[in-house]
């Protein structure tokens, strides 16, 4: 699943930061831990086969927040 299979259109940004640094389109997996969590896991989506064991982030329930939130 990637944020553009949710139907909203990627966000151009312009940005100095996005000078220095790589930018990566990201897929993401939802999953049920146990009966009351969840955990995000984030990994790029052109991985190659032998960086995919490593090329990951995986937050648990407590670390998400709504992006209504935060802008």
Known sequence: MSSA???DSP?????????RWPTY???YTIEAV???GE???MYPSDIDE?????????AE???FVA???IQ
């Open 5 to 7: 299979d949710e139907g």
């Open 11 to 19: 966000v151009a940004l312009d940005s100095p930061a996005l000078d």
């Open 25 to 27: 389109t990201l897929e």
């Open 34 to 36: 146990g009966s009351d």
């Open 39 to 41: 955990q995000c896991t």
């Open 50 to 58: 032998e960086d995919e064991l490593t090329a990951w982030i995986t």
């Open 61 to 63: 329930d407590g670390a």
């Open 67 to 69: 992006i209504d939130e």
